[in-house]
């Protein structure tokens, strides 16, 4: 309260000395029984419902016009007319529409104006005890119709208004309201007096000015990190120009707000196809999605080796030297030829070892065989001699069908063992012929490499010793020479045919 | 201009529960215009007659009175032949805390109860003082020549 004259008298006598003097001769009187209902207040942060604006010089104003006891109309419609023009000339930030607030739930009755017929906001009462938000009641003052001065709910004229009770503002100040972010994604709810230091201070979706100071637009309160996120990019995601910020909505919208705004750059400078990089080879900028296949096929500076290489070709280089190198390597012409010997090779290689292993199988199987059948003969003579020994007692016709299961076992035993030896015996052969398959396809491969070495020599020989006609038909004769002194392949045939390999 | 907080819950309301006899149903790309019918309120010369009206909020609504017009054509002393009316509450007797829903049932009441002595159509007026019973006549004919349901 004290807090509250001081205030006033800081109001009178530094800002507006005749007009504080003009309320005064105009009859007004302080009714300081009402007047705790904002000063009192202040201590809650309670400041923003009853003002919607900063502390300073329109909250001087507001409370003034609170607490000033009984008004007379015009003084009124002077007092809201001057705040409303401060709070303009200031500029002030406020996010908070009040009156496009949504309710938790249905407010009392009571509680409702009825010219808006939203619950009341900064109530004032008439002197007919009605009570109607201030600024609805000074637009009903101002309409200029006729019964602009009459009370909208009973008609009789309105003579003077006084501020409602502290009860009233204190049940107006409990109701529920829905963030009015809740369209964004804010699910929270408030008390109507902290909603706007919610939205102001706390509200991750409160759309706040961009921090970089050249840029005019807003971002909201969650990404905010100190950059501006208002540059265009391209995602891969959805093909279009986007703004940074919208990233992170754009590609994951169900993302969590608590996700940090890393992802999302790393996304862009790690992940994102689109984004461009530069091939470390030939300088060339490519997107992330189309480098691995620039390095594969186009890239001409990447080093390569030859295609030979798998036969000695110790060529390596950048691809464009290297396919240079490559029409004329024979090394790499024979590559090809190489590869699928080696390919062939490889696959008999496993498919003998794949028999090795039945074989092996076999063999196993045929020694349990054999050791149960020993076992079985010991034991039928253990038998025989036992019933000998006892005198007996084991009827003939025991004895007869033991000897019979005996004949059939040791049938059954041989017939196994010859199956047995016989698939042993084609199994070796197979393997053995397999063998001297591969050896034979081995030495005729040697021979003709051994051809093409004596050829490369040649060739290189001739190179060295010049290009005149002579030589040239000297080393013609000299390849004869070779062709006749070596192994049974002649160069001719080399050159009409490949060898059969 | 956004729609007033105001106006979208008076349209809800008017949607939610109608008033018995009364249906007010906005216009689409016009919100604050309303395709308006009234029944007539029983033992009147209006019984068993559906009139047609038409309402528009103004920008300063609740303010100003919204502006309602007949469009259905009536017979009565306070309705002129253009389907103006002559009622305080639409004129100098309005309030911001009346409402659609309660201007609309004013209308109705107007006409169950004509009144002669404050005319705006004169000559219906005139008749209706000199030879009520045949201007409730005439206005029951229009009724079913006009209003019929």
Known sequence: ??????????????????????????????????????????????????????????????????????????????????????????????????????????????????????????????????????????????????????????????????PTSRLLTQLLDELEVVCPNEPCGCKTLHKRYTIHDHVSSYCDFENVPCPAADCERFIPRRLLNGECLHSQLECDECEDLMMEMELEVRVLPTISYSISLTRQQDHIKNKCPSGLLCCKHCALNLRRGDLAEHHARDCEKIPISCRGRIIGCPITGPRQFVNEHMKTCPIALMAPHIQEQNERQSKLQAETSQIRSQLIDLETKFDELEASFKQLSTSIKRERRQSLATGGTVSASRVEELTGRLDELALDHNSRIDNATSENARMHMNFVNESLRNQQQFHTFNATLTVMRNQLNMLSSLRATGNNANNTTNAANAVNAANSGSSGIGLDSVRREPPKL | MALPKRIIKETERLMAEPVPGISAVPHEDNLRYFDVTIDGPSQSPYEQGTFKLELFLPDDYPMTPPKVRFLTKIYHPNIDKLGRICLDVLKSNWSPALQIRTILLSIQALLGAPNPDDPLANDVAKRWKEDQNAAIQTARDWTTQYAKK
């Open chain 1, 1 to 162: 309260m004290s807090e509250y004259d001081d205030d006033r008298e800081l109001y009178y006598l530094g800002n507006e000395p005749d007009y504080a003097a003009s309320v005064l001769a105009s009859g007004f009187r302080a009714a300081p029984e009402l007047d705790f209902a904002v000063g009192d207040l202040d201590d809650f942060n309670f400041e923003p419902f009853v003002t919607a604006a900063p502390r300073g010089q329109t909250s001087r104003t507001a409370s003034l016009l609170q607490s000033s006891g009984l008004l007379q109309v015009d003084e009124f419609q002077r007092l809201v007319e001057l705040k409303r023009d401060e709070s303009s000339e200031s500029g002030t930030y406020s996010p908070v529409g009040l009156r496009s607030l949504e309710y938790v739930t249905t407010p009392n009755e009571n509680l409702i104006c009825a010219i808006c017929t939203s619950p009341f906001i900064k109530p004032v009462e008439l002197n007919c005890q009605h009570i109607f938000c201030e600024e609805c009641l000074y637009d009903h003052l101002k309409s200029g119709i006729q019964s602009a001065s009459l009370c909208p709910k009973c008609r009789d004229p309105i003579e003077s208004l006084c």
